[in-house]
């Protein structure tokens, strides 16, 4: 019922930060998937191969992603007039796991493409590959808080 008394000056920026969004989770999930695949993997090209498809997902699609979701957040933040003490928890959540989740896929990503490289010169396993895998996993569980809370706009 709210998205029915929406101005419709705002659905341009609605779009764009949904958009980011769901290419932010994807990259995030797609990455996942082939780091945690990749963990148990016997042979080192494979490993190696998983793993440079998940860095290159989380340097070429997930940070664009968040960036898009991050910047249409602003503009519609600012269109719907928040910016103040009265600001709603979901937009609180909101801003808490999107700073605490752009710092983590930013560390994940460098020690995703360190660990890309350990493994390219030859090295059998990465703890920091692991480590990146551990940390893409714990922001994908903490977006899906996050998709609940812009979805339920609990108060």
Known sequence: MLAAIRPDDWNFALLLHVGGATILVGALVTASAYMLAAWNRSGPGDQLAMNRIAFKTLLMVGIPGFLL???????????EGFGGDDDPTWLGIGYITSDLGGLLLIISTI???IGVRQLSRGKERSALVRSSAVIVTLIVLMYVVTIWAMGAKPD
Request: charge should be positive; aromatic fraction near 8%; glycine fraction near 8%.
């Open 111 to 113: 020690l995703a493409g």
């Open 69 to 79: 979701m991050r910047v249409a957040a602003e503009w519609i933040r600012d269109k």
